[in-house]
């Protein structure tokens, strides 16, 4: 459904990418790990259409999605979670969640349910929802940063570190609403320094090293190879 080909990136003059190739399958969580600095972020950037590749592919379903304008992939399916969660702090947390259902096509009961939804999974968001999203700690940010993706009806869910600096409580409502989505039908490429919840949820693995994929794999696999684990994300 989403592959990316030999795929090569710069910011301006630095070569950050080289030659990245990877492939989530319809519904298929995989996980990207990779130490700081590998690449990981401008991975999911270039495939959200953030940053332009000098060279390879990025296809969904089929067609070719590299450089295009940034909100193009949204309205193919594919839904972006950034590092930085990006709420708007100033509107509440319904209004945050309405950005991501003001588009055409989706009918008044479709975003009802959609909303619905989200506040069934996420009940502090539902409690919440007439406060600014900047009052809400960081945890609960997260969660509104998912659940407006979840507003986008997405085929895929790109996550970029979700459960960064989160508290282990979070980190298991996290690790839960990865599997709702799982269950759910969507795919999620999620990327994670977060090792062991990595390897639970996802059923294929890459690793990245300084812009390249090192390793790849299903889950089992590298469970079963510390080494590799050793050596390239240092647990
Ligand atoms: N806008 C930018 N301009 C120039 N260089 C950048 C920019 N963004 C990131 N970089 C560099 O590109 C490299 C890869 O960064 P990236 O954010 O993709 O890494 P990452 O694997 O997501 O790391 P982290 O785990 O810290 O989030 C790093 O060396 C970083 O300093
Ligand atoms: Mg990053």
Redesign the pocket.
Known sequence: MLALENVHTY??K?H?LHGVSIEVGPGEVVGLL????????????TIMGL?RPSGGSVRFEGRDIAGMAPHRPAHLGIAYVP?ERRIFRLLSVLENLRTGLDRPGVSESRKNELLENAYEHFPVLRDRRNQAGGTLSGGEQQMLAIARAMMLDPKIILL??PT?GLMPRMVSQIREIIHVLHRGGVAILL?E?NVPLTLEVSSRVYI?EK?VVRHHGPTADLRANQAVIHQYLGV
């Not at 990779?34 to 950037?45: A, F, I, Q």
């Open positions: 910011y301006g630095s950050i990779g130490r700081n600095g590998v690449g990981k972020s401008t991975t999911l950037k940053v590092e970029d570190e960064e990327v320094q990245m812009g």
